[in-house]
């Protein structure tokens, strides 16, 4: 059969041009990236040999193996994993499924400097190969199939696909070195490059040489090492390949628990947003091992939705090796484990928290809002763990919305005959400062919530307390301020307030009544106001403004 020529996905080739054309400096990077993908793909089929056996045959020592030919200037790294099939093959290979490298072709500006930045923080996974290749051949067979294929490309804006042999299953990748490359063409450099990028991967990696097997990493899964073993280096490089990001962690979570049940957690909270965060389906993408075999990356019991910012790996030691999907949804041991990361990893964020308020701060501002959706959806002591951990911006302090604030803040500062924590919510802080609403509040002193993210619309109705105060909007009608005692107004100037309202007010309150008719429910003398002659609220039963507002803009 003769080899079929397709093309790259549009995106693709945007991509391979960038990668090509790049300054990156750090083109070793390319090994790390095909090791990566060797690893799952062993990962994937000691999972699939779980229950089918047959999968791995007389050929059950996984490894991957790198040789080089000097002569012919080829690299080639080969795995004995799961393989690909032709579909797989073109979906895989001539498309972008990974968010994480959709986003980064989003992103891309076409200026080389810049992008070149960005391949460093995003990562490209296959494609990284071009940058040190001028052509590039992936021989595969998938597990339990007998048909091989052979993928080929110059990155050039297609590929090549053609039916092929090859005697056992698996990826064998050869890569054509350009010209100026000739460096890793050199055993001991790319054993360094594996050493630096690749020592946490669990599965040997070996290094062909003269006819002879040389394993070059540690092969054991980092997260079984003891932690004053691991470098900080290590768990970063770990946390690369398990999260395909290229950020820095910001806080590493390892620890073991020993009791009812055991495991390992190796968490990691990252630097900046995962792209998905706030897709629809609001996954978790933890990877569950059962005593070092990797089970799945899809298991939604294991940690709550407001947690799914977080990266790593739970390696249970209680679990039978063949979990089924069905099982794993109702397994107590799930259950329990689930308990455990979200007591460790609220317990070291409140640690967190305490000693280091500026990197707090930083979390907060990238996962706050997530970890919010949990004050609504979680109950008792989990929600009540949320509660300490939330900050606000407020009208405190400089009065400029800067500055995160606690509920027990809030609460510590509360005047005199206040009885109730007040919040306004809208889109941005520094507009819901300027809001007439608040001037009454401000020269009375009473701080104010500035709420910004849209769960907030949920979550506090759905609390509606803390610390036996409740939460009220300043955009209702009865947000009364007149039980707050005003610190230092002069006796007589209150008079005078008095005799206004009773007086003129009321008559100007009938002709507003009189003039406005149905466009209102009410006109009410207020004291939330100071410079402002006028403003809208809510009425206590109804709906709050801005939900309302964000609800219009939803058509709902
Ligand atoms: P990612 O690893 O983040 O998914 P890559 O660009 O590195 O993205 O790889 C794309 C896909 O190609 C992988 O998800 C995998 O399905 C497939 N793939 C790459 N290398 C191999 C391999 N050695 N064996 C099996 N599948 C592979
Ligand atoms: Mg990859």
């Known amino acids: 059969m003769s080899a079929e020529k397709l093309s790259f996905q549009a995106e693709v080739s945007r991509l391979l041009d960038i990668v090509v054309n790049s300054l990156y400096s750090e083109k070793e990077i390319f ?42 200037r080829t690299i080639t790294v080969a795995d004995n994993g799961i393989g690909m099939n032709r579909d797989e093959l073109v979906a895989n290979l001539g498309t972008i499924a990974r968010s994480g490298t959709a986003a980064f072709v989003g992103e891309m500006s076409g200026d080389a400097k810049k992008d070149s930045n960005l391949i460093g923080q995003f990562g490209v996974g296959f494609y990284s190969a071009f940058m040190v290749a001028r052509e590039v051949e992936v021989l595969t067979r998938k597990a339990g199939e007998d048909a091989a294929w052979l993928w080929t490309s110059d990155g050039q804006g297609d590929y090549t696909v053609a039916a092929s042999e090859k005697a056992a299953r698996g990826t064998i990748i050869t890569l054509r070195l350009r010209d100026g490359m000739d460096d890793y063409l050199e055993a001991d450099r790319l054993k360094q490059i594996v050493r630096r990028y690749s020592d946490h991967i669990a599965i040997p990696i070996k290094f062909l040489e003269d006819g002879k097997l040389e394993t070059a990493n540690r092969a054991s899964a980092l997260w079984t090492r003891s932690k004053s073993e691991i470098k900080p280096e290590d768990y970063k490089e770990f946390y690369h390949h398990v999260s395909h990001a290229f950020d820095d962690p910001a806080e590493t979570i390892h620890w073991r628990a020993e009791g009812i049940i055991e495991y390992t957690g190796l968490l990691f909270i990252p630097g900046s947003r995962p792209f998905d965060l706030f897709h629809p389906e609001r ?33 249970s030691e209680d679990l039978p090796l063949n979990v089924s999907r069905e ?11 689930r308990q455990g990361i979200v007591k460790r990893v609220l317990g070291d964020l409140e640690k967190k928290a305490e000693k280091d308020a500026e990197g707090y701060a930083a979390f907060w501002e990238n996962f706050g809002p997530v970890l919010k959706e949990g004050l609504y959806s979680e109950h008792g002591n989990e929600r009540d763990s949320l509660l300490k951990l939330a900050r606000f911006r407020s009208t405190h302090g400089d009065g400029q919305g800067d500055g995160l604030v606690s509920l027990a803040d809030y609460v510590g500062r509360m005047k005199e005959g206040q009885d109730t924590i007040f919040y306004i919510t809208g889109e941005d802080a520094s507009a819901l400062l300027a809001s007439p609403q608040l001037e009454g509040f401000k020269a009375k002193g009473v701080e104010v919530l500035l709420l910004t993210d849209p769960i907030d619309e949920f979550w506090v109705p759905a609390i509606g307390q803390f610390d036996g105060k409740n939460f009220k909007s300043v955009t209702r009608g009865g947000s009364d301020l007149s039980k707050v005692k005003v610190e230092d107004k ?12 009773d007086g003129d007010i009321g008559s100007l309150v009938a002709l507003l009544k009189l003039a406005l008719k149905d ?25 709050d403004m801005h939900l309302e507002r964000l609800l219009r803009q939803h058509k709902q």
């Open 519 to 543: 466009e209102v429910k009410d006109v009410r003398a207020s004291e939330r106001l100071t410079d402002s002659a006028v403003c809208l609220v809510a009425d206590d039963g109804d709906m």
């Open 490 to 501: 002069p006796e007589d100037e209150k008079q005078d307030e008095a005799a206004d309202k």
């Open 283 to 315: 996954k978790n993408r933890v990877k569950l091992y059962v005593r070092r075999v990797f089970i799945t990356d899809d298991c939604q019991e294991l940690v709550p939705e407001y947690l799914r910012f977080l990266r790593g790996v739970i390696d």
């Open 31 to 72: 090994l790390r990236e095909l090791i990566s993908n060797a690893s799952d793909a062993c990962d994937k089929l000691r999972y699939l040999a779980l229950t089918e056996p047959a999968l791995l045959g007389e050929d059950a020592e996984l490894a991957i193996t790198i040789s080089l030919d000097k002569a012919a």
């Open 327 to 337: 099982m794993l949804q109702s397994s107590p041991v799930v259950q329990k484990m």
